[in-house]
């Protein structure tokens, strides 16, 4: 879809990913701990929802934590884990303020119960609503995703519901946590690191890619901008000629 924004014809893409990095080297820049870092990019969070409504996007996707991100220490875990308990709580009401669905993907074994708990609420609480179709990672690791997906489509094989003639690329796409959203057009990647970090492997087949200094808690609107104004300037071929 084609956008004027501050005078520039822009091509925003439908759906933008993003591996939100950099909170931590954020925060020790300024001599404050990590998890200083972590409270700072839960607001740039908020902002960049606002900012993707406004400008058009319809899905965004978060990294915000990942299979492997218990590795850290005690103390970084549980604090982003009570980042989220407060997030999945007051998300309620500001997205259905802003007719915002919001979808948690990732492993739900392993979580804490009452955080389990808060997601359920918040998706049901927002199911309905139609605006910018919101996705956050907790404990989401693509290739654990690919594993959960090939146990279910093992079971519905054997239990008669699936045949091997079934099992196609759609079909797959519909055994994984992302079966209700479009596959991102675009994945940016804050803080200079040029890597996905098992990110959606599957859904980023053909998605462009962006990757910026800019830490996480720095990403505002105008960063926005500049991924799609890159965005604008690719010419997306899928293996045709053009
Ligand atoms: C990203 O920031 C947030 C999470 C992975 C939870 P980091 O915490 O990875 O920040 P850096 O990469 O150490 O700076
Ligand atoms: C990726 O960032 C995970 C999230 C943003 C949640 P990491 O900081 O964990 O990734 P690596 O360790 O640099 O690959
Ligand atoms: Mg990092």
Redesign the pocket.
């Known amino acids: 879809m084609e956008k004027t924004i501050n005078g520039e014809v822009l091509n925003i893409p439908e759906h933008v990913a993003v591996i939100?990095?950099?909170?931590?080297?954020?925060a020790k820049k300024r001599l404050m701990p990590?998890t200083y870092?972590?409270s700072v990019?839960a607001k740039a969070i908020e902002a960049a929802c606002e900012n993707c409504d406004e400008i058009g996007i319809k899905y965004l996707t978060v990294y915000?934590?990942?299979t492997e991100?218990w590795k850290r220490s005690v103390e970084e875990v549980s604090t982003?884990m009570n980042i989220f308990r407060k997030y999945l709580v007051d998300s309620i009401e500001r997205s259905n303020r802003n007719n915002m669905r919001v979808r948690i993907i990732g492993k739900r074994e392993g979580l804490p119960e009452d955080i389990v708990k808060k997601i359920e609420d918040l998706e049901k609480a927002t199911a309905g609503n139609t605006g910018l179709q919101f996705t956050v990672a907790i404990n989401y690791g693509g290739r654990d995703e690919l594993v959960r997906a090939a146990k279910n489509i093992a079971k519905d094989y054997k239990d008669g519901i699936i045949t091997e003639a079934d099992i196609t690329e759609d079909l797959m796409s519909r055994y994984l946590d992302t079966r209700e959203i479009t596959d991102p057009d675009l994945l940016i990647r804050t803080?200079g690191e040029l890597r996905t970090s098992n990110f959606l492997p599957w859904q980023i087949a053909y998605s462009e890619f962006y990757f910026t200094d800019c830490?996480?808690p720095d990403f505002d609107m105008n960063e926005l901008v500049k991924a799609v104004r890159y965005y604008t300037g690719r010419d997306r071929r899928y293996g045709g000629v053009k």
């Open positions: 939100m990095d950099g909170n931590g080297r954020w990590r870092g972590h990019g915000a934590f990942s991100n982003i803080s830490m996480w």
